[in-house]
């Protein structure tokens, strides 16, 4: 059979990370290459008394087709959460329950895009955005971007002379892979750029709970008085990802196009893991949850950054971001950060390469580095042989 | 904020079935319209136990990210239910888990069509693969059906003489909406044509094991020898649709694409459900709950059948289906269904007007019952009802 798949296959590759990932399942390898929370973190025995709770008080209910929009309590306590925290102003109607934040994305592509529409997005930006987004055939433009988040003037210039932009896509807080948040200025100045041109601004926000030090700052959206800012969540970092929900929030008219889309897409989220998630937070301490996650991740943050300073040789920098899950690494650029990894794959420790962050190529001097996953003594182990991966190639002058 | 959609999304509607769906959450109404399965028959009390051995046996594991193809033990066992039971010959590699067989639709329309491509269908067919496939911008064309599914000289004059058709979609067994099944020549033909012209066939099957009478059939894919044909399957009917597993098994170099957008669309399907659904699968026999339900089921229908027979007025046909949750109304042809909905709705009784089935519209004189869901007192309560609401209608030539 000559097989004739559509156009957009061909411009999609396998996730980089995804594929990294398989190699990671061997228990040796010290895998900083996944965004991965620490699974000794999640509840296990607080959803087992939920899930149990759940069947009793709701039974067959919980196990049922249900509506596309999701479980009303879970939607009101989301909307309530981020009114409190990020200077939102939404009620449930405003609140889409997706699986996975991930599934947002590629809704957002779906409502939004047309072949050849243009995204615009930081500088590197989260590489599965970019298939998600890519599946709908649009081109990418990337702005750029500093510590503080997109520049406004080369944004400015962007919007001023690049015609069919849909989607300006941001990531404010500890963003994927760079580890960045934004300042409080630029988000402002995101958001008038957004209604002076009329493009919608996805603004992306599954770590913004996990802040290590520094106040939590407004939302993009907190900024939006015309309905142009979509903010996504997710509970895959605050409680667990494999129950795979998260949600989009924004204007009612925007929301009912989502909820369409999802409706073709795949009907609706799981019943049951809405109604444990709801349950679990009816009777359990979130925050006090969140707390133990921020304090393991802010000292693996911490000695992650310290390690790297004491192992990293000279020309190789990195940040150390305020919150979230990664640090993005930066090599002389004569090195690939693809080679350092074949060597490192061999030593059994695993990363991602930067490349495939920049939709448009190019930066293959990058990497990024997961910090949450591995127990301290692996982060130093692993962190330890990386440095002497990269110590040889900056030594040989390896290309 | 004036907000510019993609074009695709002035062509979606939602979901009639969904909106009916709304109307129906008041208890009094007795409802023939969605496709839910009865939740008595849910296996709570085996959940409620298999939930706590999987957070027990696999711990964290079970509320982590896995795989985008899905759990390796649960695809094994779907391969060789598929193989004993339709005549297939899958290996794990060839099944992607998918959120319910709904996202295996729409997967299906991400790695096939582009805008303007051809899908062929039954005429009626199932609405929402309507949804799933218009979001890629296809045309329909039905193909002209009868009681043992597409008229092969119909499919041969349409394949022949339309350009880009990329997708034969069908349901074979008991289909939605018409309760119909294939016979074994029309699905041998079908694979034939489907070669000739190599287009992929889309065989959809969630009903397939609630067949209450005759022998079961092997699958269409059964008579592929080249790769032409993706079977659909889901735990939505024979276990429970809260928890939106499915599948799609295919040829391997189709599903590596699959996968490819499946990671972009939502990363994996949620890990604990699929770990839950093959714990049951160890610990249970499926077949014994299946029984159960086609017992419940085939009452159903045969009341609903019964019911009909003698309340609904002359003129007035529909189908008797072996099997599934759906019957088929045609009326005379002066009176659609949708008035007859408003009116029935006044007395609390709700089913799906068959309009939407057909994608190009038409055929407003027909309906779809489903008899699953509702206990058998509120079965003949409501037809009778119905029946009434249908005399009116024939007595006073309501248009």
Request: glycine share 8%.
């Amino acid at each position: 059979m000559d097989f004739k798949f559509a156009r957009r296959i061909s411009c999609l590759k396998a996730s980089e990370i995804r594929e990294i990932l398989k190699v990671t399942e061997k228990p040796e390898v010290i895998s900083f290459a996944g965004g991965l929370p620490a699974p000794e973190l999640f509840p296990v025995e607080e959803i087992k008394k939920v899930n149990q709770l759940v069947l009793e008080e709701a039974g067959t209910e919980a196990l049922q087709y249900t509506t596309t929009e999701g479980f009303a309590p879970l939607r009101q306590w989301i909307a309530a959460r981020m009114n409190g925290r990020l200077g939102t102003q939404f009620a449930a109607d405003n609140i889409l329950l997706t699986h996975g934040s991930q599934q947002a994305l590629d809704l957002s592509g779906k409502v939004f895009l047309d072949e050849g529409d243009v995204v615009l997005c930081e500088s590197p930006t989260y590489l599965a955005a970019i298939s998600a987004f890519k599946a709908y055939g649009c081109k990418f433009k990337e702005v750029p971007t500093d510590d503080d988040g997109m520049i406004p003037v080369e944004l400015e210039r962007i919007l001023a002379s690049t015609p069919r932009v849909k989607i300006i896509y941001v990531i404010p807080e500890f963003q994927n892979p760079t580890g960045r948040t934004w300042s409080l200025a630029r988000r402002e100045q995101l958001v008038k750029a957004a209604m002076k041109y009329q493009v919608m601004v996805i603004e992306d926000n599954p770590y913004g709970e996990l802040r290590f030090e520094g106040e939590t700052l407004p939302a993009v959206k907190a900024f939006d008085p015309i309905g142009c800012v979509l903010t996504l969540g997710s509970f895959s970092k605050t409680f667990c990802p494999g129950y795979r929900i998260g949600w989009i929030a924004g204007d009612k008219k925007v929301i009912e196009k989502y909820v369409l889309v999802k409706q073709g897409a795949d009907l609706q989220c799981n019943t049951i893991a809405q109604r444990e998630i709801a349950k679990y937070l009816e009777l359990y301490d979130l925050d006090q949850h969140i707390a133990k996650i921020r304090e393991v991740y802010r000292q693996r943050r911490d000695l992650t950054v310290k390690t790297m300073a004491e192992e990293f040789p000279p020309g190789v920098t990195f940040t150390r971001p305020q919150g979230g899950l990664f640090t993005w690494v930066v090599l002389p650029e004569h090195i690939n950060a693809r080679d350092v990894l074949v060597k490192s794959i061999e030593k059994n420790v695993a990363f991602v390469p930067g490349g495939s962050f920049f939709p448009n190529g190019g930066h293959e001097n990058t990497f990024r580095i997961n910090f949450s996953n591995m127990p301290e003594e692996r982060i130093v182990e692993g962190l330890k042989c990386l440095g002497g991966v990269l110590k040889e190639f900056i030594r040989n002058k390896l290309h």
